[in-house]
């Protein structure tokens, strides 16, 4: 089971003693990082504008630049500015690089189709967290000590798999186990049938390996893709009164489609109700002859 930064789902899974494996949602881990992300571009962009600034005002005051009106106003002197410009940028550019190693430590396939294997992934994965401590900035110093406690919880669901690949893999020479990862990985790509497409010698090993990689999963992305797309419905009709909505069914099913198809029909004429009355007449009905005398 995949779960988010909440308590809930673990203190659900504990309270009912449930004997499955409780991951991390990556996604959700993942999230705070990104966020540091935009954090730290935005602080380089802001450090090369100041930087900019106090160049354009050095070059006024020794007369290599002229421009209208008074002269430029800096709050930090060129030679502090550079500095901070230079150190702001190289944050950004390592922060980038060590998380994007960290993302890919975490993939079950390398780039070169083989097996990830977890001891590796912990050693990339301890070396990155130690060069970002070693940038020395309290954002990124907060994350590695969180994403530290994650380590084993992330590790977890890549035991399973190499626990479960490897004796499934470990006769199969290095070319056609790359093969069979690179295929698994393309699957949906590629029109390929395990069962004719496949030597018969190897399509045991195939069923077999494409069955385990189906169960591995570290993120509850779909759901979080789902919800996504609710949110802004959900939004709308937040605080919706009881009386709202029976209001809003009743105007949108006598209300006539103006082009396609069903153009000049309402709802109900298309679900074969006779005779239905004009919604001129319900509304009369239900609040009064006055509004029946007002002009539609």
């Not at 294997?117 to 994965?125: L, W």
């Not at 009881?242 to 949108?252: D, F, I, K, N, V």
Request: charged share 20%.
């Amino acid at each position: 089971m995949a779960c988010d930064g909440g308590t809930g789902l673990r203190a659900g899974v504990t309270e009912a003693e449930l004997a499955i494996p409780l991951r991390p949602d990556l996604f959700h881990l993942l999230r705070d990082a990104h966020r540091l992300t935009r954090r730290l571009e935005r602080a380089a962009y802001q450090a090369i504008q100041t930087a900019e600034r106090a160049r354009q005002a050095d070059q006024e005051a020794r007369g290599l630049r002229r421009r209208r009106g008074r002269r430029l106003q800096i709050k930090v002197p060129l030679p502090q500015a550079e500095v901070a410009e230079e150190q702001a940028i190289a944050t950004f550019d390592n922060w980038c690089w060590l998380l994007g190693e960290i993302r890919q430590a975490l993939e079950p396939i390398t780039p070169a189709q083989g097996l990830v294997t977890v001891a590796e992934t912990q050693v990339t994965i301890e070396t990155a967290l130690a060069l970002l401590q070693d940038i020395d900035h309290p954002d990124i110093t907060a994350f590695v000590a969180d994403f530290q406690g994650q380590i084993p919880e992330l590790l977890a669901p890549l035991e399973w798999l190499e626990q479960q690949l490897t004796p499934v893999l470990q006769d199969l020479d290095p070319d056609t186990q790359a093969f069979l990862l690179w295929t698994w990985q393309h699957r949906r790509d590629l029109p390929l049938d395990r069962d004719t497409d496949f030597p018969a010698a190897l399509q045991p090993l195939v069923q077999a390996a494409w069955d385990i990689l189906g169960l591995f999963h570290r993120s509850s992305s779909l759901a979080e893709s789902l919800h996504s797309w609710l949110r802004p419905y959900l939004q709308i009709h937040r605080g919706m009164p009881q009386w709202l909505l029976p209001l809003l069914q009743l105007c949108w099913n006598h209300h006539q489609f103006e082009r396609g198809q069903r153009a000049g029909s309402s709802p109900l004429e298309l679900a074969g109700v006779k005779d239905a009355p004009a919604l001129k007449e319900v509304l009369a009905q239900l609040f009064g002859s006055q509004l029946a005398a007002q002009p539609a």
